[in-house]
Nanobody, 124 residues
């Protein structure tokens, strides 16, 4: 099993920045591809960003491209999401996600492990 714990959420004004962190523990070698999803009230969970095991390849949803940056520190079993130029529509619960496969996926049904989520609220 892999446990994922997110931190760094909060309330920020539009245009501001937040940095989310996700610490993995347990069978961390089963968390090869990691990423972030988000879910706003009344909406389905959607893909935000993902990174391969090496950190060499990253993927982003069109809605966050150019504003968010995903990275990872394998020595610390941690993945980060730097969010800049935040917009009110970015408001959601953000979930850390991990796959045993080294290939990231934007499909939430293909995720093996989930964190408990952290709330991000962007005020206008």
């Amino acid at each position: 099993q892999v446990q994922l714990v997110e931190s760094g959420g909060g309330l920020v004004q539009a245009g501001g920045s937040l940095r989310l962190s996700c610490a993995a523990s347990g069978r961390t070698f089963d968390a090869r591809a990691m990423g972030w999803f988000r879910q706003a009230p009344g909406k389905e969970r959607e893909f935000v960003a993902a990174v391969t095991w090496s950190g060499g390849t990253t993927y982003y949803a069109d809605s966050v491209k150019g504003r968010f940056t995903i990275s990872r520190d394998n020595a610390k079993n941690t993945v980060f999401l730097q969010m800049n130029s935040l917009k009110p529509e970015d408001t959601a619960v953000y979930y850390c996600a991990a796959r045993g496969s080294g290939i990231p996926s934007s499909n939430p049904h293909e995720i093996d492990y989930w964190g408990q989520g952290t709330q991000v609220t962007v005020s206008s």
